[in-house]
């Protein structure tokens, strides 16, 4: 999940150094497209919940003392409405988590893309306007590849996995549409914001995790981790959460935010990317054509939305 840190506008670069800034950014995207096979292999269903106390605790520390003098900054009120988002971002991540663990990476990184459309039609709604034809097209184009790709195999009901992540692509609406309307957050630093956020969905996880018949304890999770799976867990919260939040901060300083959107954009490429190559999985006929719609539509929505609802 991204939030950028909101900053004046960036100077233009120079064509020959403008990839520059964008290199981390793409690095961003390939990264996160990768965390649902990461996900993937670290996780079962019995240690969903211990495995995100795991991954964010290793992420947590690093943050309160890069921020601590900002955190300190903070007014209640912010505080207050950060760790309200943050009990929406925990239902993001545990819609996520389980959802990758019941379906392929490359459905989940794709039908995750769908935010792109589902936000700013959720903003219309709210707005009482009507979104352009043009985007109404590519919002059907998107939805037109799901239902394909969910289906490579025959048309079937959509698999519970696939349902979850759905679910999890509104929740990340729901979270957009709130971060813009909480007054007290606009003016607050973007770092300080996603620290209450993780702490407090890290405080749900460990609640949940304390609960009978939610799965192993973080700890035994954590002692039944082989290296390999340690490795995934490390590039999850360290490159997926780490490197990504701190890459954003900088290129929204260095290059314009839309620029940064866009090359974010391509995260569900490299999922699908990360799921054949590495993960062996198989989209069959319906599920290439299905996974080029939801590309295309989600590029189309990007293009074809009003700038105040992108």
């Not at 096979?37 to 996780?43: D, E, F, N, R, Y």
């Not at 019941?102 to 995750?112: D, E, F, Q, V, W």
């Not at 990340?172 to 957050?185: E, F, N, P, W």
Request: charged share 10%; net charge positive; glycine share 10%.
């Amino acid at each position: 999940m991204s939030t950028l840190a909101a900053a004046a506008p960036a100077p233009a670069l120079a064509p020959r150094r403008a990839w520059l800034a964008d290199l981390p950014v793409l690095l961003v995207a390939v990264v996160w497209g990768g965390s649902y096979l990461a996900a993937k292999g670290v996780t079962t269903s019995h240690t969903v919940i211990a495995i995100l106390v795991l991954r964010f605790l290793l992420v947590l520390p690093v943050l309160v003392i890069a921020g601590a003098r900002r955190l300190r900054a903070l007014r209640s009120a912010q505080v207050r409405g950060a760790a309200l988002l943050g009990l929406v971002v925990g239902g993001i991540f545990l819609l996520e988590t389980y959802g990758v663990v019941h379906t392929s990476a490359t459905n989940a990184g794709l039908i995750i893309s769908l935010t792109m459309i589902l936000t700013p039609l959720a903003e219309a709604a709210v707005r009482r306007v009507r979104p352009p034809a043009a985007f109404l097209g590519a919002a059907a184009v998107s939805v037109t590849g799901v239902v394909l790709l969910t289906q490579g195999a025959g048309f079937t009901a959509p698999s519970t996995g696939d349902l979850l992540i759905l679910g999890a692509a509104c929740a990340r609406t729901l979270h957009v549409l709130l971060m813009a309307r909480m007054k007290a957050l606009q003016d607050a630093d973007s770092l300080s914001l996603t620290t209450v956020q993780l702490g407090s969905a890290v405080l749900v996880f460990a609640l949940l995790a304390a609960l009978p018949g939610t799965g192993a304890t973080p700890w035994a999770a954590a002692a039944d981790l082989g290296p390999g799976q340690w490795a995934g867990l490390a590039f999850l919260a360290v490159l997926c959460t780490l490197f990504a939040f701190f890459v954003q901060i900088w290129a929204v300083r260095h290059t314009s935010p839309s620029r940064v959107s866009l090359l974010l954009g391509t995260e569900p490429l490299w999922a699908a990317a990360a799921g054949i190559a590495i993960g062996g999985e198989h989209l069959g006929a319906a599920g290439f054509v299905g996974a080029a719609l939801v590309l295309v539509g989600t590029a189309w929505g990007r293009r074809t939305a009003t700038p105040a609802d992108v």
